[in-house]
């Protein structure tokens, strides 16, 4: 990594940690971004530093065991939390965390973001799960994350914040401006009392698009894994059902418009998810029908 590269990469940091800080996704020294240089080490934010007010020159380059190698400051005291993404995906090249109020509003109550509400919130990010509880600095939150950063770009981290990963450090940045815009919406929409969703022929339809778009998503749109085993809080509480997550999770029901949403939140019952089964016959009727316009 050239000099000039690396500069570079530091007033990217410096940017995205203003916008950050601009926006009130971060409060006091919250907050933490990073950047993968090489195959080897990391460029990241300093700990005990507003992210709004940051320069170029406090950021602390680590390896991937989170030693440092260059920089008069300390790492973040999540870096633990940044350096099991870079472990997990080769893709990614950039990680962002930050609190922003809305959507760690939805990690405290417990309610993920994964509804398909919005179109390009399905294309991009598919859904947004709730990592369970880790107590932040230590090993257990990049336990949490491991189980999904696989199969998802974005996260609430339960009763904490949000993490986004991406190609480059303005993409994750990015994503975690979606998942804000997309829980003050889905906010409004449940304060309204209806929240109407995409149906599950859209979802296919959408997910179908992503390679229309060049976007890479990590992991297909699927199943909740947990239903039969219980409702989703249940399973997300008990480690013992702590299997990676292989693809996303959307929540989307047979027919357009449907409300999924019970007016009590808590109530699950409502709600109606996506089987493989399910969607490969919506996909055999989607071709069926194609192939029928072709010829008719
Ligand atoms: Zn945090």
Redesign the pocket.
């Given at each position: 990594m050239s000099t000039r590269a690396e500069d570079a990469f530091r007033a990217d940091i410096v940017e995205v940690g203003r916008r950050m800080y601009a926006r009130g996704y971060v409060a006091s020294n919250?907050?933490n971004i990073s950047i993968r240089l090489d195959d080897s080490t990391i460029l990241t934010t300093p700990k005990s530093v507003s992210k709004g007010f940051m320069t170029a020159d406090m950021m602390v380059v680590v390896d991937l065991d989170g030693k440092k190698i260059r920089g008069t400051r300390d790492a973040s005291s999540?870096l633990l939390m940044h350096l099991e993404v870079y472990k997990n995906r080769p893709d990614v090249r950039a990680v962002v965390?930050a609190?922003p109020p809305t959507a760690t509003g939805f990690a405290v109550a417990g309610i993920p973001l994964d509804c398909a509400v919005l179109a390009e919130v399905v294309t991009t990010l598919g859904s947004i799960p709730i990592a369970e509880y880790g107590t932040?600095s230590t090993p257990e939150l990049p336990a949490a994350v491991r189980k999904y950063i696989k199969a998802y770009d974005g996260l609430l981290l339960a009763n904490?914040?949000a993490l986004t990963i991406g190609p480059d450090v303005f993409a994750a940045y990015y994503k975690m401006e979606t998942i804000e815009h997309f829980a003050k919406i889905s906010l409004v929409a449940r304060q309204l009392g209806r929240e109407h969703l995409l149906s599950r022929e859209e979802v296919v339809r959408l997910q179908d698009l992503r390679g229309n778009y060049g976007i890479k998503s990590p992991a297909p749109i699927c199943a909740d894994p947990s239903t039969s085993s219980g409702s989703r809080a249940e399973s997300r509480d008990d480690p013992s059902t702590s299997s990676e997550a292989n693809c996303q999770i959307v929540q989307a029901p047979s027919s357009h418009g449907a409300r999924l949403i019970p007016s009590d939140p808590a109530d699950l019952d409502g709600e109606i998810r996506l089987s493989y089964r399910e969607l490969t016959a919506l996909i055999e009727d989607a071709v069926k029908a194609l192939l029928g316009g072709q010829h008719g």
């Open positions: 919250d907050g999540e965390h609190h932040p904490h914040g």
